[in-house]
T-cell receptor
């Protein structure tokens, strides 16, 4: 599976947009990029996923570069409840499509 | 999103005893479920893939005889930690894969403390 690289931590002011980067330079043409987040002591929560086009849902937007080697998760108006660890994952496309979690980015939203 | 439940949410047991954790998919029938373990301040580590009606597939380094997985129905997978030791104390999380969308939905986790 494609390895992903994320900054270990980021801070963002409440109400501002939080932009979380992820590098996945070894991604192959038919592999998706998934984003999950984990709030302390809870199970991970699905946020969004994409292949090559930018995606938006009620939680966030996902911007994928044209070469697909990196992506950015955007939380448009961050709130204190968005404080969590955010994981960028490229699952294996064969077999069980396992999700392998890296260290993620610990995002802290400050009041 | 779909709901996956785990039971119990937390459990304390004595060394040498066995503990069973249940993972239920409430909104869809899941032929594939996954079990993860998470130690404090660390990321989730995939332990095994649970396949309905067949044996689980364990990740390298995970003892299959210690962590027994049973996926007897399309909505239930169980993880039994046998002969638990204090080092097995951890946060155990399951996920279920929707066979139609292939999305994975996670349970709320079970915190196991072995004394």
């Amino acid at each position: 599976d494609a390895k992903t690289t994320q900054p270990p931590s980021m801070d963002c002011a409440e109400g501002r947009a939080a932009n979380l980067p992820c590098n996945h330079s070894t991604i192959s043409g038919n592999e998706y990029v998934y984003w999950y987040r984990q709030i302390h002591s809870q199970g991970p929560q699905y946020i969004i996923h994409g292949l090559k086009n930018n995606e938006t849902n009620e939680m966030a937007s996902l911007i994928i570069t044209e070469d697909r080697k990196s992506s950015t998760l955007i939380l448009p108006h961050a709130t204190l409840r968005d404080t969590a660890v955010y994981y960028c994952i490229v699952p294996l496309i064969q077999g069980a499509q396992k999700l392998v979690f890296g260290q993620g980015t610990r995002l802290t939203i400050n009041p | 999103g779909a709901v996956v439940s785990q039971h119990p949410s937390w459990v304390i047991c004595k060394s040498g005893t066995s503990v069973k954790i249940e993972c239920r998919s409430l909104d869809f029938q899941a032929t594939t479920m996954f079990w993860y373990r998470q130690f404090p301040k660390q990321s989730l580590m995939l332990m095994a893939t649970s396949n309905e009606g067949s044996k689980a597939t364990y990740e390298q380094g995970v003892e299959k005889d210690k962590f027994l997985i049973n996926h007897a129905s399309l909505t239930l997978s169980t993880l039994t930690v046998t002969s638990a030791h204090p080092e097995d104390s951890s946060f155990y999380i399951c996920s279920a894969r929707d066979p139609h969308s292939y999305e994975q939905y996670f349970g709320p986790g079970t915190r196991l403390t072995v004394t």
